[in-house]
């Protein structure tokens, strides 16, 4: 038997597999699951690579308001080939990728070699990207470049002024501040992570700032505007303080959570600066949004991410990279693959 039989015999494949212990905690382990475990969805995929977010980082940790109920498999990312189509959409060997929806979140993930999902989930390789490629930009890059369009549809463009990017290192931050650059914008990275600034530079940030020059400001009324557009991945405090430092007809694309899900600010920003906060949700995004972000994506210059902003790892390293996902310590990518 070689090791892609004994990964993905007919019955069973490999996966990371997170349970719920009797006293209310959770451990996770890689071994086999049966295919039965899989919901009865069209698509069935072979995954070669998913990727680390920190969403992901929540449903293996047991948090039950991305993930209701375990024993689960996360993985909010896969790309792959099709093996069996029910619809007849898909032919056999078709390379795909399949990220948010409900993926990872309650229904069977990326972090298993097998998923079955909606044919509506599924998008065919946008040419120009592999499954490995895609998966160095996966919901991270996707949710960026979503977060990019929102921006251009409020009419903010790089002769307008700078555009801050929070949350820099992270994976939504850093290809935030990368896709911004290549499109021209003059990029602040606001980080809490300084010794990181090289690595920003490297990705295009013109200037590199601690967050906490963001943050630590009057709780008051307007500030001294500092940028036309943001794209803000960290919400709570960051947020408001985010908001009332953007210039004039400015807009502020929001996607994160990590300092908690309340906004408290103030209106003048909106009445007196005209200021705009625009929402991203890249798991619900439709069909046709889907296609112009993935293709967008694939016709970035992808030679230009340097070597170090992606690592590859296997199912066994995953939970220590996941500790690190909610500790704040990762930076760049992590793609996860089954391969290793
Ligand atoms: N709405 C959507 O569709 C969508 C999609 C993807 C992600 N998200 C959300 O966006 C956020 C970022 O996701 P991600 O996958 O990019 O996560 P990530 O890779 O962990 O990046 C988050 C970054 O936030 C900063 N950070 C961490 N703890 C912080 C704290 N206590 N105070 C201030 N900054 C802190 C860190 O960057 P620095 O050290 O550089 O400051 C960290 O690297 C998460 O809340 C995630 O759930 C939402």
Redesign the pocket.
């Known amino acids: 038997m070689d090791q892609k039989d004994f990964e993905m015999s007919k019955d069973t494949f490999r996966a990371f597999y997170v349970e719920e212990q009797e006293d209310g905690t959770f451990r996770s382990e890689v071994k086999q699951v049966s295919v039965d475990f899989l919901p009865d969805h069209e698509v069935l995929i072979e995954v070669d690579f998913s990727s680390l977010?920190?969403?992901d980082?929540?449903s293996a940790s047991g948090n039950k308001g991305v993930t209701k109920s375990y024993p689960h498999i996360p993985g909010i990312d896969a790309a792959g080939t099709v093996l069996e189509d029910k619809s007849g959409f898909f032919k056999e060997g078709d390379s795909v990728i399949v990220t948010?929806q409900d993926l990872g979140s309650n229904t069977s993930g990326g972090y298993g070699r097998l998923i079955r999902v909606p044919k509506d989930w599924v998008i065919s390789m946008p040419e120009g990207l592999d499954p490995a490629l895609a998966m160095r930009y996966g919901?991270?890059g996707?949710?960026a470049m979503?977060g990019v369009k929102r921006l251009q549809r409020e009419l903010i463009s790089p002769e307008n002024g700078k555009v801050l990017v929070?949350?820099?290192?992270?994976?939504?931050?850093s290809l935030g501040v990368f896709f911004l650059s290549e499109m021209g914008y003059e990029v602040i990275?606001?980080?809490?992570?300084m010794n990181?600034a090289d690595f920003l530079k490297s990705i295009g940030a013109s200037e590199v700032i601690h967050?906490d020059e963001v943050?630590q400001v009057d709780p008051n009324f307007l500030l001294s505007r500092k940028w036309h557009g943001a794209i803000e991945?960290?919400?709570g405090g960051?947020l408001d303080a985010v908001i009332r430092q953007t210039d004039h007809d400015g807009a502020v694309a929001c996607?994160?959570?990590?300092?908690g899900h309340k906004l408290e600010s103030n209106i003048y920003p909106f009445i007196l600066r005209g200021v705009s906060l625009l929402?991203?949700?890249?798991?619900i995004c439709k069909m046709p949004m889907r296609l112009q972000i993935w293709d967008a994506i694939a016709a970035m210059d992808h030679s230009k991410l340097p070597e170090n902003f992606t690592r590859t790892v296997g199912l066994e390293a995953l939970s220590g990279e996941v500790q690190a996902?909610l500790q704040?310590?990762?930076?760049g990518r992590v793609v996860v693959s089954h391969k290793k």
């Open positions: 977010n920190y969403k980082g929540l948010g919901t991270a996707f949710t979503y929070t949350g820099a290192t992270g994976g939504v931050g990275a606001a980080t809490g992570k990181k967050r943050s991945t960290v919400g960051m996607c994160g959570n990590i300092l929402g991203i949700d890249s798991a996902i704040g310590k990762q930076w």
